[in-house]
């Protein structure tokens, strides 16, 4: 079963940049179709971003042009890019692995905006 670590959360100004990554352990990473989602205080979690394949991605419509996702699956890690963070986006970002209608979430890392 797929293992999932989080990395590069953290504290950033409003109108700055994180990258998140996401190492997987285990078999036949680049099947699985990789994506983040979010959870913010007393919210629902919300899909941000998925990326099936190497060629295809995702993003929700209100991150397009901010959010972009990546994976290197000689590396087993996918990435999130955040730029011109918003206090908004502050939240508990997980990344999953998902295949066969399974997804195997990550602990999560937090990202807070400061305004």
């Known amino acids: 079963q797929v293992q999932l670590v989080e990395s590069g959360g953290g504290l950033v100004q409003a109108g700055g940049s994180l990258r998140l990554s996401c190492a997987a352990s285990?078999?036949?990473?680049?099947?699985?179709?990789m994506r983040w989602s979010r959870q913010a205080p007393g919210k629902q979690r919300e899909l941000v971003a998925s990326?099936?394949?190497?060629?295809?991605?995702y993003i929700a419509d209100p991150l397009k042009g901010r959010f972009t996702i990546s994976r290197d699956n000689a590396k087993n890690t996918v990435y999130l890019q955040m730029n011109n963070l918003k206090p908004e986006d502050t939240a508990v970002y997980y990344c999953g692995a998902r295949r066969l209608a399974v997804t195997t979430w990550g602990q999560g890392t937090q990202v807070t905006v400061s305004s």
């Open positions: 990326m099936p394949t190497s060629d295809n991605t």
């Open positions: 285990g078999r036949d990473f680049s099947s699985y179709d």
